[in-house]
C-alpha cells in the first residue's frame, strides 16, 4: 500500500508525495503531458530533441547537472510518444537544489542556436546507434506506419527521419517550450525520505511563482478503423528472419487494457509463457519470441515477435502464431495458468515498489491518467480479470483483420 | 521573460553515513551464508554464486552453457514444469555466468519461500541436462551470437578482452562459431559436478529476514555432503598481445565502435580508489571530460563512458563509444588529449568538488534498498573484502589532491600500455 498526499498549485501545478523513511534519498519527478504524439507531422522528433536540450541551462543557472551533482544527485530523463519525463535522485538534506533546479528550467531555458546544433549531431548519432546500427534496429520503423496510417504513434519518438531533425529551427523550439511547459502541463512528484509538509512547501516556493501559460490544444487524428490484414515484407542482410505482428487495441484507460496485458504475459510471461514453451521448446521454429503491450494512452498495440530458426519457413513460422492465438480465443485457460500470470503481475508490482524512483514515476503516470489511486488498485483490476474476459478480448481484438503483420527476412536464410 | 531570481539554496556535505552490514552464518554442512536485513516489502533476494565462471572452463561457452542448463530439468521437473511452478509463485531468477563467478540470483515472496528454496537446490544440485533441451539452448545461443557478430560495440569488446588478456586465457578467448559444436552433454555435467558443489557455494540473502529464511536455508542446502576430491588448480595469468591497434573494417556499418584502454590493477589493490575517481573524473559520469568534449561539444556520439573493472586474476580499464564513421580518428585524438591532460595538468579544485560529492552521492544510491545493498556487497566481498573497502573509498574520494590524480594518471594511463580497438 502506497500513502500519498496531493495538492495543486494555483498556477495548476500537481504535486504529489509518498513518505518513505527506509531510504536516505529523495527522487523528485516531474512529468510533461508532451510527447512524440503531440508533434506536427512535418518535424517529429521534436519532443524528444527538446528534452535533450532541457539539460542545456538556463540564463540564471548555465550548468544543470553541475549543481546537482555538487549537491550528490543524479537525474536523467526519457520521452516516449504521451510523454516528457526528468527524474531526480538526490540525498535527503540536498533536496531543495532539485526544487531550485527543476524550477528554474520550467520557468525558462537558454535557447541558443549552438547547443541546438550540437544537440541535433547527438541525437542523429542516437538515430544511428539504436535504429541503423543494429541488425533488426529498423524493424519498430517499419511496423508501426504499417499498424497506424494517420495517428502520431505511426513515426518514433526520436523522429521519422533525421532530415526532421536536422531542420528543426530555433524558433520551432522556442514555441515548443512555451506551448507544452507550463506548470499547468505539469506533475510533481517526491517520494523518499521526506514530509509531505516540506514537500509541499517547498512546491510552493520554488514552483509557486511560475505563470501557467497557453498550453497547446491537443488534436490528434485518431485512427480509423482497421479492415484488412496488413503485409508488409521485407529484405535485410541479417543472421536470421524474424516475425512481427501488432493488433490494434483500446485506449490505456479502457476497462480491457489489465485483460490484454494479461494475455500478453500468458503468451510471453517469463520462460513458462505458451510461445516460449510451444514455439521455442516443443516445435523448434523460433529461437526466442516475446508478445507485449504498449500502453499507450491513446489506442494501443498488442505487439508480437520473434527470431525464426534458419531453414524454418516464415509463413509455416507465422501459421503456428496464429494457431496459438487462436487457442486463447477457443478454449477457455486453465484457471491455474490464470492464477500464475496474476501472481507474477503482482509480485512484479511488490519488486518494483521497493525503489523510490519506480514509485515517483508511477505515481505521476497515474495523476496523469486522471486517478492516482490507481497506484494501489490496480493489482485488484488485474485480479478481477478472469477466464470468460481473456475469451472475449481475444475475441474482439487478436483477428487478422485487425493485424499488421511484417515478414523481416533475412537474404543469408538458405530459403 | 521574467528573470527568475530565488537563491540558490544551501548545498550539504553529502554523507554515506553506516552501511548495512551483512551478518555472516554457516549452514550446518559449514556454506557460508550472509544475510542482509534491509527494505519495506516482505520479499527476499537470494543469491546463490559458484566459482564456476569462464576462468574455469578448458572450452569456450561451457560454463555459460551449464548455467544456462540449470534450469531446462531437474531430477523431479521437466524445464516446462520448473519454470511453471517458478513463476505460478510469483519469482524472478536470472542466472549468471560471468568471468570469475556463476550462479543464479532469485528473487521472491517470502510467503512462497519454502516453494523456492526446494526448487533451488534442484536447480543448483540436481540437474539432469537432457539432450532436447540441450539442442534448444545451443540454437539459441548461436543465433544470439550470430546476431551479436553484427553489432560494432560487441565486435570491439570481444577484441579488446582477446588483445589484453590474450586468445589462449578463458578471460580473452574469443568464442568462434564452430565452438558451438564442440560441447556435449557429459562436458556440461562433468564441469557441473566439479564446480557446482556446497564446499564451492555461498549464499547471499537480502529483504526481510526471518528465523525461518535460516531454517529453510538449512533445511534444503546445509545437509551433510561428501567433499569433492582436490580443489581445481588456479589458472595461469592473463597475457596481453603485442599488437595495440586492431581495426576490423565492417562494411555498411554508418559508426565505428572505439574501445581504448589496457589490463589493470583490481580492487585489492591499494591505488585502486584513486584510479576509480580519476576515472569518473576522464568518463565515468554525465559531466565527465570525454562527455563533455565529445559529446556536448562536439556532438560526435550518442554517448562516451570509461570505466575500470575488477577480475579475481587482473582488471581492465577501458573507454568506449560509437561515433559516426567520419569522426573515428577525431575522437580518438580528442580522447588521448584529455589523458595527456590529466597526466600534466592538475585538476582545478572545483572539477575536484563536483566529482567528490557526484562519487559520495553514487555511494549513497548504491546501499539504497535490499536489492542494491547486495550487488554492493557481492561485489567486494568477491574480492575478500568488507565495508572497510567502501569507507577507504569513500575517505579518498574525501581527501583526494590534484597531485595525486596526476601521479595516478601517469601511472595507469602510459599512452604506449594503451590498446585501440576500432571496428566498424
Known sequence: MIKFSRICLANGLKVLVHEDRSTPLVAMNILYDVGSRDEDPSITGMAHLFEHLMFGGTLSIPEFDRHLQIAGGENNAFTNSDITDYYITLPANNIETGFWLESDRMNSIDFSQKNLDIQKNVVIEEFNQRYLNQPYGDAMLLLKPLAYTVHPYRWPTIGMDTGHINNTTLQNIKDFFFSHYAPDNAILTLTGNITPDNAFRLAEKWFGPIEKRIIAKRDIPSEPLQTEERILTVERDVPASSLYKAWHIGPRLNSDFFTLDLITDLLAGGESGRLYTKLVREKKLFTEINAYITSDIDPGLVILQGKIINGVDINKANDAVNRIIMAIKEKIIPSAEMEKVKNKYESANIYGNTNILNKALNLAYYELLGNPEMINSEVELYRNSDQSMVIEAARKYLNDNNCSTLFYKSTRDSR | ?424
Not at chain 2, 552433454?185 to 564451492?200: A, D, G, K, Q, V
Not at chain 2, 556520439?301 to 577501458?318: E, W
Not at chain 2, 555511494?363 to 557481492?378: H, K, L, T, W
Open chain 2, 1 to 424: 521573460m521574467k528573470k527568475y531570481s530565488i537563491t540558490q539554496p544551501p548545498v550539504v556535505p553529502v554523507d554515506i553515513g553506516t552501511i548495512p552490514e551483512a551478518k555472516n552464518i554457516r549452514l550446518n554442512n559449514n556454506i557460508p551464508v550472509f544475510l542482509i536485513e534491509a527494505g519495506t516489502e516482505d520479499i527476499a533476494r537470494i543469491e546463490f554464486t559458484f566459482n564456476a565462471g569462464s576462468i574455469m572452463e578448458n572450452l569456450p561457452l561451457l560454463a555459460s552453457t551449464t548455467n544456462l542448463m540449470l534450469t531446462e530439468g531437474t531430477r523431479n521437473h521437466t524445464a516446462g514444469k520448473l519454470n511453471k511452478e517458478l513463476d505460478f509463485y510469483g519469482s524472478f531468477y536470472h542466472l549468471f555466468a560471468e568471468k570469475d563467478r556463476a550462479g543464479i540470483v532469485i528473487y521472491c515472496l517470502n510467503k512462497h519461500l519454502k516453494r523456492i528454496l526446494g526448487l533451488a537446490s534442484e536447480i543448483l544440485f540436481h540437474p539432469v541436462f537432457p539432450q532436447a533441451e540441450f539442442k534448444t539452448i545451443m540454437k539459441k545461443r548461436l543465433s544470439w551470437y550470430l546476431i551479436n557478430k553484427e553489432k560494432v560495440h560487441n565486435i570491439a569488446m570481444d577484441q579488446f578482452f582477446e588483445s589484453i588478456f590474450g586468445n589462449n586465457h578463458p578471460y580473452g578467448k574469443k568464442v568462434t562459431s564452430e565452438d558451438f559444436n564442440n560441447l556435449d552433454l557429459s562436458t556440461l555435467s562433468s564441469f557441473h559436478s566439479r564446480f557446482y558443489t556446497p564446499e564451492n557455494l555461498t549464499i547471499i540473502v537480502a529483504g526481510k529476514i526471518n528465523k525461518i529464511t535460516t531454517d529453510l536455508l538449512d533445511l534444503y542446502f546445509g545437509q551433510s555432503y561428501n567433499p569433492s576430491a582436490g580443489h581445481p588448480e588456479s589458472p595461469k595469468l592473463p597475457e596481453r598481445q603485442k599488437e595495440r591497434k586492431v581495426h576490423i573494417a565492417k562494411p555498411g556499418t554508418v559508426q565505428s565502435a572505439i574501445a581504448l584502454g589496457c589490463g589493470t590493477i583490481n580492487k585489492r589493490h591499494p591505488d585502486y580508489p584513486q584510479l576509480k575517481i580519476l576515472n569518473v573524473l576522464l568518463g565515468g559520469y554525465f559531466g565527465s571530460r570525454l562527455m563533455k568534449n565529445i559529446r556536448e561539444e562536439k556532438g560526435y556520439t550518442y554517448g562516451i563512458n570509461s570505466s575500470v573493472n575488477s577480475l579475481d586474476l587482473s582488471g581492465y580499464q577501458i573507454i568506449s563509444a560509437e561515433v559516426s564513421k567520419k569522426y573515428t580518428q577525431k575522437a580518438i585524438e580528442e580522447i588521448y588529449k584529455e589523458i595527456d591532460l590529466l597526466q600534466r595538468v592538475p585538476a582545478e579544485l572545483n572539477e575536484l568538488e563536483i566529482i567528490r560529492n557526484y562519487m559520495l552521492g553514487e555511494m549513497v544510491r548504491m546501499f539504497d534498498g535490499p536489492f542494491a545493498i547486495a550487488e554492493s556487497f557481492r561485489s567486494a566481498w568477491e574480492f575478500g573484502l568488507d565495508n572497510s573497502y567502501y569507507y577507504r573509498l569513500a575517505e579518498k574520494i574525501k581527501t583526494i589532491e590534484p597531485d595525486e590524480i596526476t601521479a595516478t594518471a601517469k601511472t595507469y594511463y602510459k599512452i604506449n600500455d594503451l590498446y585501440e580497438i576500432i571496428a566498424g
